[in-house]
């Protein structure tokens, strides 16, 4: 009797325990939801209204907004000249670059992977050092190079007797400083694809008579078309939603594309909320389809080149050629870290830009601090850096939280509604910055006492805008720990929480640490959400230094970008000491 007792007791408990388990679950998938909803889903709907009206969904009201519903400004923006060829420039001046950075990663993948080139470590540094650069810096360190009258480059050839002379206040400026810094993105999905492709297959084509030229092309590149596909697509996109390089290089010679155009709509008088946000579903309209046939490719399986059986990644000997393959990446280092890092630095510390020949250039009476003491002189300066730091460090510490729950909920439980999570989670991805920061503007511009004019809408901006890539950054390492540590701790009676706690957060450390430091370093250098988000209490370091070039003074936005770069410089290197430290702590207790 007793046992029956018992084991009814044990049932009841079993029964009661599972009960609340379900309820915390359905709490805990509402309240992701609820969140995402907030962040993504709201935005992105007042926007879709605010193209659909001739209102403003918040001060009109949505009910009002919704008897106005019509296809107007689309039909406006369409029949736009000015629209077409803002469009046209974009594809232009994207597809060019992506050739450029399709051409650049390739090579340098081809030869750290599979050739004999000394220093290989070095290249495959310099391949992915130039996405540490802020966009912005990267358009003005060019500039201070090749503008064509007082551009560094063309005052050396001069000096040298040469008549060539550049100009990169135009198109193939433009097209040109996106291929060079858009190239590690190509680099990373063709050098992991070249990593895990086995090298038989190239074997076999050279024994049957084909030339290594002949393999490159027939065997090598077709293989991995499905990485060159991806990164060319990602490229393309992270491309279409920049905003610094095409406002600095293309705006003086009157080249708009449709970041430039968008913000010029919200800057007319009055301004054309309702056009800007035609075009921007435009431009999130064709983000979008282009992600789509990223995940499309990635998902091909008809390109299949990693086999069961072992191997290692072929090495090509190319004899005395490998010192031209090592003098590439040199040259490559060169011309996206050395010449842009001397031309902010000379530009930085010299009185004026006036160079008269190469021999003025080392004149030490012409440099000072100047440009830096009226940096600082102005309060906005040290309050730009202030607001800068306060939502990097908002973003990374809420981002980081918010894609740890989304992570864990998707990677780790099997819940009903992690699919809508993951879903809706994702959806930023299709979505550039700029389109982020008029979509918070439609959302909250007319709320009253609501986030708008905070430090708080740019931060939740920043996340939102963020939240894929943190959340990609952060699914390795929870695919990295086993269930069975889980397992044994619900066993010994921990709950969800306890476990996630004295478990998976210790485990992860190393990873939630670099997905905060991402976060961070995005937020800084982040400027298309922050346009349109900033009032003078809130204006951050990216949109400080738009105001010091379009004010004409090249010396001050040079010191700044320099003030930018270490700072960045210097919180990287802190979190990847962090980082490492975590890591190291973790070997040490699973060891």
Same mark, same amino acid.
């Given at each position: 009797?007793?046992?029956?007792?018992?084991?009814?007791?044990? %049932?009841?408990?079993?029964?009661?325990?599972?009960?609340?388990?379900?309820?915390?679950?359905?709490?805990?998938?509402?309240?992701?939801?609820?969140?995402?909803?907030?962040?993504?889903?709201?935005?992105?709907?007042?926007?879709?209204?605010?193209?659909? *009206?001739?209102?403003?969904?918040?001060?009109?009201?949505?009910?009002?907004?919704?008897?106005?519903?019509?296809?107007?400004?689309?039909? *406006?923006?369409?029949?736009?000249?000015?629209?077409?060829?803002?469009?046209?420039?974009?594809?232009?001046?994207?597809?060019?670059?992506?050739?450029?950075?399709?051409? !650049?990663?390739?090579?340098?993948?081809?030869?750290? &992977?599979?050739?004999?080139?000394?220093?290989?470590?070095?290249?495959?540094? @310099?391949?992915?050092?130039?996405?540490?650069?802020?966009?912005?810096?990267?358009?003005?360190?060019?500039?201070?190079?090749?503008?064509?009258?007082?551009?560094?480059?063309? /005052?050396?050839?001069?000096?040298?007797?040469?008549?060539?002379? %550049?100009?990169?206040?135009?198109?193939?400026?433009?097209?040109?400083?996106?291929?060079?810094?858009?190239?590690?993105? =190509?680099?990373?999905?063709?050098?992991?694809?070249?990593?895990?492709?086995?090298?038989?297959?190239?074997?076999?084509?050279?024994?049957?008579?084909?030339?290594?030229?002949?393999?490159?092309?027939? =065997?090598?590149?077709?293989?991995?078309?499905?990485?060159?596909?991806?990164?060319?697509?990602?490229?393309?996109?992270?491309?279409?939603?920049?905003?610094?390089?095409? $406002?600095?290089?293309?705006?003086?010679?009157?080249?708009?594309?449709?970041?430039?155009?968008?913000?010029?709509?919200?800057?007319?008088?009055?301004?054309?909320?309702?056009?800007?946000?035609?075009?921007?579903?435009?431009?999130?309209?064709?983000?979008?389809?282009?992600?789509?046939?990223?995940?499309?490719?990635?998902?091909?399986?008809?390109? *299949?080149? %990693?086999?069961?059986? @072992?191997?290692?990644?072929?090495?090509?000997?190319?004899?005395?050629?490998?010192?031209?393959?090592?003098?590439?990446? =040199?040259?490559?280092?060169? %011309?996206?870290?050395?010449?842009?890092?001397?031309?902010?630095?000379?530009?930085?510390?010299?009185?004026?830009?006036?160079?008269?020949?190469?021999?003025?250039?080392?004149?030490?009476?012409?440099?000072?601090?100047?440009?830096?003491?009226?940096?600082?002189?102005?309060?906005?300066?040290?309050?730009?850096?202030?607001?800068?730091?306060?939502?990097?460090?908002?973003? $990374?510490?809420?981002?980081?939280?918010?894609?740890?729950?989304?992570?864990?909920?998707?990677?780790?439980?099997?819940?009903?509604?992690?699919?809508?999570?993951?879903?809706?989670?994702?959806?930023?991805?299709?979505?550039?910055?700029? &389109?982020?920061?008029?979509?918070?503007?439609?959302?909250?511009?007319?709320?009253?006492?609501?986030?708008?004019? /905070?430090?708080? !809408?740019?931060?939740?901006?920043?996340?939102?805008?963020?939240?894929?890539?943190?959340?990609?950054?952060?699914?390795?390492?929870?695919?990295?720990?086993?269930?069975?540590?889980?397992?044994?701790?619900?066993?010994?009676?921990?709950?969800?929480?306890?476990?996630?706690?004295?478990?998976?957060?210790?485990?992860?450390?190393?990873?939630?640490?670099?997905?905060?430091?991402?976060?961070?370093?995005?937020?800084?250098?982040?400027?298309?959400?922050?346009?349109?988000?900033? /009032?003078?209490?809130?204006?951050?370091?990216?949109?400080?230094?738009?105001?010091?070039?379009?004010?004409?003074?090249?010396?001050?936005?040079? $010191?700044?970008?320099?003030?930018?770069?270490?700072?960045?410089?210097?919180?990287?290197?802190?979190?990847?000491?962090?980082?490492?430290?975590?890591?190291?702590?973790? =070997?040490?207790?699973?060891?």
């Amino acid at each position: 009797m007793h046992g029956q007792a018992d084991r009814r007791s044990e %049932v009841k408990r079993g029964a009661s325990e599972g009960a609340r388990r379900r309820a915390f679950s359905g709490l805990w998938v509402t309240a992701l939801l609820a969140l995402l909803t907030f962040l993504v889903i709201y935005p992105v709907f007042m926007l879709l209204l605010g193209a659909l *009206t001739d209102t403003n969904p918040v001060v009109d009201g949505i009910r009002l907004s919704l008897s106005h519903l019509s296809i107007t400004n689309f039909l *406006t923006v369409l029949a736009n000249p000015n629209v077409g060829e803002a469009l046209l420039n974009t594809l232009i001046a994207c597809g060019g670059g992506t050739a450029i950075a399709v051409a !650049i990663g390739l090579l340098f993948s081809w030869i750290v &992977v599979r050739t004999n080139t000394p220093f290989k470590g070095f290249i495959a540094a @310099a391949s992915i050092l130039p996405l540490f650069a802020p966009p912005l810096v990267a358009g003005v360190a060019w500039v201070i190079l090749g503008s064509p009258k007082t551009g560094l480059i063309n /005052t050396v050839f001069k000096w040298m007797g040469s008549d060539l002379r %550049v100009d990169f206040y135009s198109m193939w400026g433009l097209v040109f400083v996106f291929g060079i810094y858009y190239a590690p993105y =190509v680099y990373m999905f063709t050098s992991s694809a070249l990593r895990n492709m086995d090298p038989s297959l190239e074997e076999a084509a050279e024994i049957s008579g084909a030339s290594a030229f002949a393999t490159l092309f027939t =065997v090598t590149f077709p293989l991995i078309m499905p990485a060159i596909v991806s990164g060319m697509l990602l490229s393309f996109i992270v491309m279409l939603g920049i905003y610094g390089i095409p $406002a600095v290089l293309g705006a003086p010679s009157n080249i708009n594309v449709l970041t430039t155009y968008i913000f010029k709509l919200t800057n007319w008088s009055p301004p054309l909320y309702n056009t800007a946000a035609a075009v921007a579903i435009l431009l999130m309209v064709v983000t979008g389809l282009l992600v789509y046939l990223q995940q499309k490719v990635l998902s091909g399986r008809s390109y *299949t080149t %990693v086999a069961g059986k @072992a191997f290692r990644p072929r090495s090509l000997d190319l004899g005395p050629w490998r010192w031209l393959t090592f003098a590439l990446g =040199v040259v490559y280092l060169l %011309v996206v870290v050395v010449l842009p890092s001397l031309a902010l630095i000379v530009a930085a510390f010299r009185k004026f830009m006036f160079i008269r020949d190469v021999a003025s250039l080392f004149d030490m009476r012409q440099y000072s601090l100047m440009h830096f003491r009226s940096i600082f002189d102005n309060p906005l300066t040290v309050r730009s850096i202030y607001n800068a730091v306060e939502v990097g460090i908002i973003t $990374a510490v809420a981002g980081g939280a918010l894609a740890f729950a989304i992570g864990y909920t998707i990677h780790r439980t099997r819940v009903s509604g992690r699919r809508a999570i993951d879903l809706i989670s994702t959806l930023p991805v299709a979505i550039p910055g700029l &389109v982020v920061g008029v979509a918070y503007l439609w959302a909250w511009i007319g709320v009253p006492g609501g986030l708008y004019g /905070t430090i708080w !809408i740019l931060a939740l901006a920043f996340i939102a805008r963020f939240m894929p890539d943190t959340v990609k950054a952060l699914s390795t390492s929870f695919m990295q720990i086993h269930r069975e540590l889980e397992e044994a701790a619900w066993v010994c009676g921990r709950g969800m929480l306890g476990t996630i706690g004295t478990i998976v957060l210790p485990l992860a450390r190393p990873g939630v640490l670099a997905a905060m430091t991402l976060l961070f370093v995005l937020a800084i250098r982040e400027l298309g959400s922050s346009l349109f988000l900033y /009032t003078s209490n809130t204006m951050v370091m990216s949109v400080l230094l738009l105001d010091y070039y379009e004010g004409g003074n090249v010396g001050k936005t040079a $010191a700044f970008s320099l003030v930018q770069t270490v700072l960045l410089g210097v919180l990287i290197g802190g979190a990847n000491w962090l980082s490492r430290g975590a890591a190291q702590r973790n =070997v040490t207790r699973t060891g």
